[in-house]
Nanobody, 123 residues
Framework: QVQLIESGGGLVQAGGSLRLSCAVSGSTFSGYAMGWFRQAPGKERELVAAISRSGGNTYYADSVKGRFTISRDNAKTTVYLQMNSLKPEDTAVYYC????????????????WGQGTQVTVSS
């Protein structure tokens, strides 16, 4: 059973930073591409960033390019999302998810999900 546990969410003022972590257990972490999604109230879940198994390839949504950085530490079986210059519109529940060998852009392409962590950005 693969388990993903997110941490690092919270309340921050606009312009501030947060780092989310997602610890993965129960399987070979390096065998999964990883993604960070977010879902705001009344909106669909959207992919924010994704990273390949080796970490050599990454994807970012246009709305976060230049502000967010996804990374992974295969030795620690953890994926991170560094979020800088946060905006009120970044407020959402953030989820990490594990895909098969290649990351996709849609939620249906991910097999395992964490429980989510709330990020709230005040103006």
């Amino acid at each position: 059973q693969v388990q993903l546990i997110e941490s690092g969410g919270g309340l921050v003022q606009a312009g501030g930073s947060l780092r989310l972590s997602c610890a993965v257990s129960g399987s070979t972490f390096s065998g999964y591409a990883m993604g960070w999604f977010r879902q705001a109230p009344g909106k669909e879940r959207e992919l924010v960033a994704a990273i390949s198994r080796s970490g050599g390839n990454t994807y970012y949504a246009d709305s976060v390019k230049g502000r967010f950085t996804i990374s992974r530490d295969n030795a620690k079986t953890t994926v991170y999302l560094q979020m800088n210059s946060l905006k009120p519109e970044d407020t959402a529940v953030y989820y990490c998810a594990a895909a098969g060998s290649i990351y996709g852009l849609g939620p249906d392409e991910y097999e395992y999900w964490g429980q989510g962590t709330q990020v709230t950005v005040s103006s």
